[in-house]
């Protein structure tokens, strides 16, 4: 269960496609962010084997303008 926890908290912060294409679908214009960062501990990060999903709180999610 940690090593799922740590490796899906790896994922969600590495996404970098997904992450790119939230801040490229703003309407920043101009002015959208290409720097960001995500931070999610995976001791944050809640499995449920029985349904196969999983949740997670805490996170952040930060760029620049």
Do not use: C
Not at 6 to 24: C, K, M, P
Not at 25 to 40: F, R
Request: proline letters at 2%; hydrophobic letters at 40%.
């Amino acid at each position: 269960m940690k090593t799922l926890r740590h490796d899906l908290a790896e994922h969600i912060t590495n996404y970098h496609s997904v992450w790119s294409a939230l801040l490229a679908n703003t309407n920043y214009g101009n002015y959208a962010s290409s720097l960001w960062d995500v931070t999610l501990k995976p001791e944050d990060i809640m499995v449920n084997h029985d349904d196969e999903t999983f949740t997670f709180q805490h996170a952040n999610f930060t760029f620049d303008v």
